[in-house]
């Protein structure tokens, strides 16, 4: 599961120096193991994993739409979002194991 495609751009709200990204991935992403990173806060009713990272911000919805708050350029945002998956994916792989 990985960033797709980009959907729009925008200066954030809190720091205009930073940027908003929307974005899709190739996937739904599997939220439940999503909620278990550290940061994170999870909605079944609305169907959103938030993972906050110090300043930045990222809301994985259950549709794929992915929203990027606080980064400096878009491959920031991507690779962000993608680290945070690949975590997820670690972390479910282990607990297989075990």
């Given amino acids: 599961m990985y960033v797709e495609r980009i959907e729009q751009v925008l200066p954030c709200l809190s720091d205009p120096w930073k940027l908003r990204i929307i974005a899709h991935l190739n996937s739904p992403p599997p939220l ?26 990222v809301n994985f919805f259950a549709s ?3 929203t990027i708050r606080e980064v400096g350029d878009i491959e920031e945002g991507k690779r962000l979002v993608n680290s945070i998956l690949a975590m997820s994916a670690q972390k479910a792989l282990i607990k297989e194991q075990v």
């Fill in 32 to 57: 439940k193991e999503l909620a278990e990173t550290p940061g994170a806060r999870y909605s079944e009713s609305l169907g959103i994993v938030m993972v906050r990272l110090g300043r930045r911000e």
């Fill in 64 to 66: 794929g739409k992915v």
